[in-house]
């Protein structure tokens, strides 16, 4: 069982993490190449200058491990959220997974802290850390709650769960930001939008070689 969700982890997570990373590259990348050259230009005085940041081949090899290290990361998650729950894995469910994984750790942590360009203002990283946290931590046992549970208690609990963490959102700590604001409604936009695709994406690849490795070991 171990060597089955280990196996189905990596692929799914190779595939899907090599897919996102091309997504990424013609997408978020120029918009973050794009606020680095607005805080460079901004902070010119400070001796900052564009090529220090990692660039060309070596930024998107960078870049892409990173992003496939994080699917194979969504990949495991969700495969041992499914087998904790006792739900069938197959490439629908576990599609459906990796979108209420989004809905925790996306969505619903992008109301109170939106995905945020170089350049733009941010509050204190710990008080950020822990309310990010916190409120993935929260929607996903709300979300289990809703769709899981049956008792009218229970959806009652999951809804304040869900809701709950918004009312203690932190504030930027400054008004200023390098980046252009229509810049920073793309990236936001674009970024929400990749990593709903990388759930969802992570957990159908994941459903499909499960299947596919229940098959052969059948098979045997």
Do not use: N
Not at 59 to 72: D, G, K, L, Q, W
Not at 165 to 184: D, H, N
Not at 201 to 207: D, E, P, T, V
């Amino acid at each position: 069982m171990i060597a089955r969700v280990l196996t189905t982890g990596l692929v799914a997570g190779l595939v899907a993490g090599l897919a996102i990373a091309a997504l990424q590259h013609f997408t978020t990348t120029p918009l973050i190449l794009a606020a680095e050259f607005y805080e460079t230009a901004q902070h010119a005085h400070d001796g900052a200058e564009a090529g220090a940041a990692l660039s060309g081949l070596s930024r998107t090899a960078a870049t892409s491990v990173a992003t496939i290290a994080v699917s194979i990361g969504y990949a495991l998650i969700l495969l041992a959220a499914m087998l904790f729950s006792g739900d069938a894995i197959a490439p629908r469910r576990a599609a459906l997974w990796g979108a209420c994984a989004f809905a925790a750790t996306g969505l619903a942590t992008s109301l109170g802290l939106a995905p945020q360009l170089p350049g733009m203002a941010e509050t204190d990283l710990a008080a950020r850390q822990i309310w990010w946290l916190a409120t993935a931590v929260s929607t996903g046992a709300g979300l289990f709650a809703l769709l899981r549970l049956d008792s009218t208690a229970a959806k009652i609990v999951g809804v304040a769960l869900i809701v709950a963490p918004q009312f203690f959102a932190p504030q930027p700590a400054a008004p200023e930001s390098t980046a252009p604001a229509e810049l920073a409604a793309r990236f936001a936009a674009s970024s929400l939008a990749i990593q709903a695709i990388s759930w969802a994406l992570a957990g159908a690849l994941a459903g499909l070689v499960w299947r596919l490795l229940s098959r052969e070991q059948g098979a045997s």
